[in-house]
């Protein structure tokens, strides 16, 4: 690059190279595992102030959410290439990103996104931080929310970050099973009671001990838990009926959300 410019007699700008080199980074015509192009991202927020204060932004934001709290630090790493991937092309580029998906199929999937962990009211709060974070970035940047397409692309891929928050998490909803079957019994229903479970949802199933805490306490008896005020009791009426697991998902969404207290 600068010898290209010192042939074409225009002044040299080191600048001029990180954008550049941060336009094919954002396009991923590099290769960010490439020791190098990750050198030059994590960089783009000393150099660039906007970009690191957005980026910090963001991964507060995520970091204050008890369930994401415990996100493996290789994770951060990643969230942060990608972020500066995406503030990046919004600062220089204007948002030029996938021009093959629409701003309508963007926001869609983005909220299809960010309900695989919450339903209702609690999936709406999940798509306004998104959409309040975006708000920020475009603000700090000087770019009008009103521009629909971009707003939508980066709203997407904030919600496919936060979404990977939640799924990375090593944080667990703690399940107590306390069914009317002998042992043997009792570890089959335990299996099944999993297997209807929401993938997305990460628990920790196991047969109730009076003495443990538990979030939520599955059961196929009408009967009080007097030591367990703070959990949750869900009454199976038979372990082959269908509308039941679809209420229970539903709860759990709502006690994973719940714990996610913004």
Not at 203 to 214: A, C, K
Not at 216 to 236: C, G, N
Not at 241 to 258: A, H, I, S, W
Request: with cysteine; net charge negative.
């Amino acid at each position: 690059m600068q010898h290209y410019f010192h042939q074409v007699h225009l002044a040299w700008d080191p600048r001029e190279l990180n954008q550049a080199v941060g336009f094919l980074v954002i396009h991923f015509c590099l290769n960010t595992e490439n020791p190098s192009a990750r050198r030059f991202l994590e960089n783009l927020g000393k150099q660039f102030p906007k970009i690191g204060k957005l980026n910090r932004k963001f991964i507060q934001t995520v970091g204050r959410i008890p369930l994401a709290a415990r996100l493996p630090s290789a994770f951060t790493e990643e969230t942060e290439l990608s972020l500066s991937q995406i503030h990046f092309c919004l600062a220089f580029y204007q948002g030029a990103l996938s021009t093959d998906i629409t701003s309508v199929a963007a926001k869609a999937f983005a909220e299809e996104e960010l309900s695989r962990f919450s339903d209702g009211q609690a999936a709406n709060e999940l798509v306004q931080k998104c959409d309040t974070l975006c708000e920020e970035a475009f603000n700090t940047l000087a770019i009008s929310t009103h521009d629909s397409d971009k707003f939508n692309k980066v709203f997407m891929r904030y919600a496919v970050i936060l979404n990977m928050a939640l799924g990375s998490s090593n944080s667990f909803l703690t399940i107590a099973c306390d069914f009317n079957l002998e042992q043997i019994l009792n570890v089959a229903a335990i299996a099944r009671v999993g297997a209807h479970i929401n993938q997305h949802i990460k628990v920790s199933l196991q047969p109730y001990e009076p003495q443990e805490d538990y979030d939520l306490i599955i059961t196929d008896q009408m009967k009080s838990y007097p030591h367990h005020d703070s959990a949750r009791v869900f009454v199976l009426l038979g372990m082959n009926y269908g509308p039941d697991y679809t209420e229970l998902n539903r709860v759990l969404k709502q006690l994973y959300f719940d714990k996610l207290q913004f």
